[in-house]
Protein backbone atom coordinates (compact mmCIF):
# COMPACT_ATOMS: atom_id res chain seq x y z
CA UNK A 1 0.00 0.00 0.00
CA UNK A 2 1.05 3.65 -0.88
CA UNK A 3 2.63 5.05 2.91
CA UNK A 4 4.95 8.31 3.57
CA UNK A 5 7.23 8.22 6.52
CA UNK A 6 8.64 10.99 8.14
CA UNK A 7 11.52 12.11 9.91
CA UNK A 8 13.30 14.70 11.53
CA UNK A 9 11.57 16.76 13.48
CA UNK A 10 12.59 17.76 17.33
CA UNK A 11 12.96 20.81 19.58
CA UNK A 12 15.39 23.82 18.72
CA UNK A 13 15.69 27.40 20.12
CA UNK A 14 14.30 30.40 17.88
CA UNK A 15 16.42 31.05 15.54
CA UNK A 16 17.58 27.18 14.87
CA UNK A 17 17.09 24.83 11.49
CA UNK A 18 15.37 21.52 10.90
CA UNK A 19 15.81 19.35 8.14
CA UNK A 20 12.55 17.27 7.80
CA UNK A 21 12.56 14.02 5.57
CA UNK A 22 9.56 12.38 4.33
CA UNK A 23 9.83 8.41 1.80
CA UNK A 24 6.87 7.43 0.15
CA UNK A 25 6.59 3.79 -1.54
CA UNK A 26 4.27 2.07 -2.86
CA UNK A 27 2.57 4.42 -5.83
CA UNK A 28 2.05 2.62 -8.81
CA UNK A 29 3.04 5.77 -11.48
CA UNK A 30 4.82 7.78 -8.72
CA UNK A 31 3.81 10.91 -6.98
CA UNK A 32 3.09 13.92 -8.09
CA UNK A 33 2.60 16.89 -6.18
CA UNK A 34 3.83 16.80 -2.71
CA UNK A 35 4.07 19.30 0.21
CA UNK A 36 4.06 19.58 4.22
CA UNK A 37 1.23 21.04 6.51
CA UNK A 38 1.67 21.64 9.95
CA UNK A 39 -0.80 21.40 12.51
CA UNK A 40 -0.48 23.25 16.47
CA UNK A 41 -2.64 22.51 19.04
CA UNK A 42 -6.66 23.68 18.63
CA UNK A 43 -5.57 25.12 15.44
CA UNK A 44 -6.46 24.11 11.71
CA UNK A 45 -4.08 22.27 9.90
CA UNK A 46 -2.10 24.82 7.30
CA UNK A 47 -0.01 23.88 4.31
CA UNK A 48 3.53 25.08 4.31
CA UNK A 49 5.24 24.28 1.19
CA UNK A 50 4.38 22.18 -1.94
CA UNK A 51 6.40 21.65 -4.87
CA UNK A 52 5.57 19.89 -8.22
CA UNK A 53 7.23 16.51 -9.61
CA UNK A 54 9.37 18.66 -12.11
CA UNK A 55 10.40 20.67 -8.79
CA UNK A 56 8.16 24.02 -8.45
CA UNK A 57 8.31 24.92 -5.32
CA UNK A 58 5.63 27.21 -3.45
CA UNK A 59 5.38 29.03 0.23
CA UNK A 60 3.21 30.49 2.03
CA UNK A 61 4.16 33.55 2.87
CA UNK A 62 5.10 33.75 7.07
CA UNK A 63 8.17 31.17 5.18
CA UNK A 64 9.30 32.50 2.40
CA UNK A 65 12.84 33.07 2.62
CA UNK A 66 13.44 30.70 6.14
CA UNK A 67 12.11 27.35 4.44
CA UNK A 68 13.15 25.11 1.36
CA UNK A 69 11.07 22.72 0.17
CA UNK A 70 13.10 19.95 -2.48
CA UNK A 71 12.94 16.60 -3.46
CA UNK A 72 14.61 13.33 -4.84
CA UNK A 73 12.44 11.75 -7.51
CA UNK A 74 14.49 8.68 -7.87
CA UNK A 75 14.33 8.21 -3.90
CA UNK A 76 10.54 9.10 -3.68
CA UNK A 77 11.58 12.05 -0.90
CA UNK A 78 10.66 15.00 -0.10
CA UNK A 79 12.38 17.36 1.79
CA UNK A 80 11.74 20.54 3.96
CA UNK A 81 14.54 22.13 5.19
CA UNK A 82 13.49 24.90 7.93
CA UNK A 83 16.13 27.97 9.02
CA UNK A 84 15.20 30.72 11.27
CA UNK A 85 12.19 29.13 13.48
CA UNK A 86 10.04 30.61 15.44
CA UNK A 87 7.98 29.59 18.19
CA UNK A 88 4.56 30.00 15.64
CA UNK A 89 6.46 27.82 14.13
CA UNK A 90 5.99 24.89 16.25
CA UNK A 91 3.29 22.25 15.74
CA UNK A 92 3.02 18.68 14.24
CA UNK A 93 4.38 18.47 10.77
CA UNK A 94 2.99 16.16 7.94
CA UNK A 95 3.98 15.11 4.78
CA UNK A 96 1.31 15.15 1.95
CA UNK A 97 1.49 13.50 -1.72
CA UNK A 98 -0.77 13.41 -4.51
CA UNK A 99 -1.09 10.03 -6.55
CA UNK A 100 -2.73 8.19 -9.31
CA UNK A 101 -4.26 4.78 -8.12
CA UNK A 102 -4.12 1.29 -10.84
CA UNK A 103 -6.97 3.14 -12.37
CA UNK A 104 -5.29 6.40 -13.18
CA UNK A 105 -8.79 7.90 -13.15
CA UNK A 106 -8.66 10.25 -10.49
CA UNK A 107 -5.80 11.52 -8.28
CA UNK A 108 -5.69 10.56 -4.33
CA UNK A 109 -3.79 11.41 -1.47
CA UNK A 110 -1.86 10.04 1.07
CA UNK A 111 -0.36 11.79 4.36
CA UNK A 112 2.47 10.70 6.58
CA UNK A 113 2.12 10.23 10.18
CA UNK A 114 3.83 13.27 11.45
CA UNK A 115 6.64 14.71 13.28
CA UNK A 116 6.74 16.84 16.04
CA UNK A 117 8.78 20.22 15.93
CA UNK A 118 8.82 22.54 18.68
CA UNK A 119 10.85 25.72 18.91
CA UNK A 120 11.52 27.59 22.30
CA UNK A 121 11.71 31.39 22.29
Known amino acids: QVQLVESGGGSVQAGGSLRLSCKGSGSIYGFNDMGWYRQAPGKERELVAS???????TYEDSVKGRFTISRDNAESTVYLQMDGLQPEDAGVYYCNAQYYGASASWPLSAWGQGTLVTVSS
Open 51 to 57: ITDDGNP
